[in-house]
């Protein structure tokens, strides 16, 4: 039969505003964690990453967001643009895992 | 520097023929991943290989396999394949094995009919 596709929450923001994009992690050993984004017919495309032993960490626009106790990580976009129209994710390593792990996914939308 | 590579990036088979998928990572880059998109299940992680052994292996049937060359290259293959494996299968090249940015490919569409 047909396979069920993920219902990937949905974040639309306006032209300019600023964007917040949240992920729960699963593993509280996971010591490094990247964002990436993935546009349509396209592989992900790294954005930013961060390692345990921080908080926060800047780019260029975005700012990722570290919560170690509630496991809990956030990418957020400033001043978001068209070009940013995406879905968005989240990813960890580390512990007994060598992998990746992907969160669900996020899709962004931006309206001019 | 180019970036990841992969070839074919559309691919059609039947049922109970098999495939196999190639990528050249980053110039430099000694380990590659490789995962499975699907709109069901989201972005799967399949194995990684570095120097040429695999490290590290997904949850997947035994139908799914890969290698890697000396020059850092790899490919996976897929036998007897079924309707379930049409997916986006994705390459990933880092540095190293560990905490270092992965780099993934446009990925290779496959749809078995």
């Known amino acids: 039969g047909e396979?069920?596709?993920?219902?990937?929450?949905?974040?639309?923001?306006?032209?300019?505003?600023?964007?917040?994009?949240?992920?729960?992690?699963?593993n509280s050993a996971s010591d490094y964690f990247i964002w990436y984004k993935q546009e349509s017919g396209k592989g992900p495309q790294f954005i930013i990453d961060i390692r345990s032993n921080m908080d926060k960490r800047q780019g260029q626009r975005?700012?990722?967001?570290?919560?170690?106790?509630?496991?809990h990580l956030?990418?957020?976009?400033?001043?978001?643009?068209?070009?940013?129209?995406?879905v968005y994710f989240c990813a960890e390593k580390g512990g007994s895992q060598g992998n990746l792990i992907f969160g669900k996914g996020t899709k962004l939308s931006v309206k001019p | 520097k180019a970036g990841v590579t992969q070839t074919p990036r559309y691919l059609i088979k039947t049922r109970g023929q098999q495939v196999t998928l190639s990528c050249s990572p980053i110039s430099g880059h000694r380990s590659v991943s490789w995962y499975q998109q699907t709109p069901g299940q989201g972005l799967q992680f399949l194995f990684e290989y570095f120097s040429e052994t695999q490290r590290n292996k997904g949850n997947f049937p035994g139908r799914f396999s890969g290698r890697q060359f000396s020059n850092s290259r790899s490919e996976?293959?897929?036998?007897?394949?079924?309707?379930g494996d049409s997916a986006l299968y994705l390459c990933a090249s880092s540095l190293d094995l560990g905490p270092y940015e992965q780099y993934f490919g446009p990925g290779t569409r496959l749809t078995v009919t």
């Open chain 1, 3 to 26: 396979s069920v596709g993920l219902h990937l929450p949905t974040l639309s923001v306006q032209e300019g505003d600023n964007s917040i994009i949240n992920c729960a992690y699963s």
């Open chain 1, 74 to 86: 956030s990418l957020q976009i400033a001043a978001t643009q068209p070009g940013d129209s995406a």
């Open chain 1, 62 to 71: 975005v700012t990722v967001l570290l919560n170690k106790t509630v496991k």
């Open chain 2, 76 to 83: 996976m293959n897929v036998s007897t394949l079924e309707l």
